[in-house]
């Protein structure tokens, strides 16, 4: 018994030495670990680029979007209905004034021609005719008149030697009668006199009728020739040789490349500095730049006297040298020049932050936000893009952050590079 309780003791002892050793070892080993050294040294600023403000007069510009039109656009239509028998010219085609287009058949144009031709012809013998009339009825008046006294005195006669039973009544009548015939007659020449006139004038209408069917009928023939109103570019042709057209129906159309202009929106914002260069006798002048061809000149032409509805600006006409090749209803970008502004600089799109500031480097190389207004784009040396911005705390020599920089805020400290 008393050597179990000792076996129990020693098996104790040993467990409470073991744990005691891992202690004293956990505890040296967490002495011993080397403690890193604390590093006092602050982050170095970030290195930025910056220019140097050079106020002067600068051309600011602003990009405008617009499409290639033409006043000078002529849609040709069919004014008689025909068959097509000729069409020389194609899509893209250049061509002269005068030049054919489209060849219709006149076959039937030349049918009623004749026709309106023949009867104009009979409306001139029908008013020859009356005129032949009158001048017959005329002559024949007075020997009418002269009849009907001769009948009214044989009847007044044969009254007197009837009322004293001389002649018979049938011989009576007889006289009457021939009287009254007689009468009539003259009362219907003096009628067809009186109405002459009349007539001659509905004749001569009906005369001038005619004549107008017949320069109606020469009009229409031809018009089976469709040439070039102008000297010009066909657009489009949709007929082809076979098709029958009819009246009104598109034959082809074209424009012309020395009346090109490109018509683009001005927004609001500028609209008032570019009316008053127009009023001071100015012609602003925007570049267009295609890709494959060389940067174009087009100088403002007129603003529009109406704003479209939902519109942000007036729209503008430009005008677009035949020789820049550009075709027409094209989409291009414009650079317009704005009026010169004094005492601004150009600096990059990157300078910029928000709508209107920029920050500059104080002689101790921290950031100071400034408020800025923007006058509009600008171009760079290289041609590239540029923002046109004024301040009056922009002086020469000012240092302007060229950086973008997400973290800019007023105060921070930079390392700043000189562009």
Do not use: W
């Not at 040294?41 to 403000?53: E, G, M």
């Not at 006289?175 to 007539?199: F, G, M, T």
């Amino acid at each position: 018994m008393s050597t179990a309780q000792e076996k129990n003791r020693s098996g104790c002892l040993i467990a409470i030495i073991i744990i005691v050793a891992a202690i004293i070892g956990a505890a040296i080993l967490i002495k011993s670990k080397k403690q890193p050294e604390a590093n006092n040294n602050a982050p170095p600023p970030p290195p930025v680029s910056v220019l140097i403000a050079e106020p002067q007069t600068v051309t600011p510009v602003t990009t405008l979007y617009g499409q290639v039109t033409s006043p000078s656009f002529a849609t040709l239509v069919a004014s008689v209905t025909a068959n097509v028998i000729q069409v020389p010219v194609l899509e893209g085609q250049s061509i002269e004034a005068g030049e054919l287009l489209v060849q219709l058949d006149d076959a039937e144009a030349r049918l009623a021609l004749a026709q309106a031709e023949s009867r104009a012809l009979d409306a001139k013998a029908q008013y020859r005719l009356e005129q032949q009339r009158q001048s017959s009825d005329r002559s024949q008046l007075k020997r009418e008149r002269e009849l009907t006294q001769l009948a009214q005195k044989s009847f007044e006669r044969s009254k007197n030697l009837f009322s004293k039973g001389l002649i018979s009544q049938s011989q009576f009548d007889t006289a009457q009668d021939k009287y009254s015939r007689q009468a009539a007659a003259l009362e219907n020449r003096e009628l067809s006199i009186r109405q002459h006139e009349a007539r001659l004038q509905a004749l001569k209408a009906a005369e001038q009728s005619a004549n107008t069917s017949v320069e109606q009928a020469k009009l229409d023939l031809s018009r089976t020739t469709v040439t070039a109103p102008f000297s010009g570019r066909i657009v489009d042709v949709p007929i082809a040789v076979g098709d029958r057209v009819r009246n009104a129906q598109t034959l082809a159309t074209l424009y012309n490349p020395e009346a090109l202009e490109i018509r683009a929106l001005i927004p609001n914002r500028y609209l008032k500095a570019v009316r008053n260069a127009l009023a001071n006798g100015e012609t602003p002048t925007a570049h267009v730049k295609v890709t494959g061809l060389d940067t174009v000149p087009v100088p403002l032409l007129r603003i529009a006297g109406a704003v479209r509805a939902g519109s942000g600006g007036v729209e503008a006409y430009f005008r677009l040298p035949a020789e820049s090749n550009i075709e027409l209803n094209r989409n291009v970008a414009l650079l317009l020049e704005l009026p010169a502004e004094d005492n601004a600089i150009s600096v990059p799109y990157q300078a910029v932050f928000g709508l209107n500031a920029v920050f500059i480097v104080d002689a101790e190389d921290r950031l100071q936000r400034l408020p800025v207004e923007q006058l509009g784009d600008g171009l760079g040396e290289q041609g590239e893009k540029r923002v046109v911005i004024r301040s009056d705390a922009l002086n020469a020599g000012t240092r302007v952050l060229a950086t973008q920089l997400p973290t800019a805020i007023s105060g921070l400290k930079v390392a700043p590079i000189e562009q």
